[in-house]
């Protein structure tokens, strides 16, 4: 019983996720038509959970901006994106909130509503831009193709749940 209660309250609280990857390039399509594009930089895929707000936009954000996965003069992944003069290519990414514990159809009743998402999904990239950070994006709700070169390959998972464990 101790554990489940753990558990569910684990589960209950908020966080927002990503997964980023470092890119050579990457680009978004809608209906065949480029929307957002980005030479050197992160491919982010962000999803919002419900009752996700400004402060785990902003953690993220700042997070993301700062972490340091570009190589240095020595080879060493010592930069950032910014250190770097890299850019940004983020989409929304409700998916990232996939229930797949019961049966083999994907459940997403912790994602959150697409009104809120999208207003938590552009303070993201706001906060991004007022980092100095160039930001693309794609169409929120659209159908989308995203196609990148994955450099490296260099691919992380972020969630602000790692940041409020420190």
């Not at 554990?3 to 390039?25: F, G, T």
């Not at 996965?69 to 890299?86: C, E, K, Q, R, T």
């Not at 459940?107 to 998402?117: G, Q």
Request: net charge positive; with cysteine.
């Amino acid at each position: 019983m101790v554990k489940y209660l753990a558990r569910s309250l684990y589960q209950s609280k908020k966080y927002m996720r990503a997964l980023i990857q470092r890119v050579k390039w990457a680009k978004v399509l809608v209906e065949h038509t480029i929307v957002g594009e980005i030479k050197h930089g992160l491919l982010i895929l962000l999803g919002i959970k419900k009752g996700d707000s400004e402060s785990e936009t902003t953690a993220l954000a700042k997070k993301i901006s700062e972490i340091r996965i570009f190589a240095d003069a020595n080879d060493l992944m010592n930069l950032s994106v910014f250190d770097v003069g890299g850019s940004c290519l983020v989409v929304s990414q409700f998916t990232l909130y996939a229930d797949t514990k019961r049966g083999r159809r994907p459940f997403f009743k912790e994602a959150e509503m697409p009104n809120v998402a999208s207003q938590l999904c552009e303070q993201f990239c706001e906060t991004l831009r007022a980092r100095g950070i160039y930001v693309a994006t794609g169409v929120f709700g659209a159908m989308m193709q995203v196609e990148s070169c994955n450099d490296g390959p260099v691919t992380i998972w972020l969630d602000t749940a790692e940041n409020k464990k420190k």
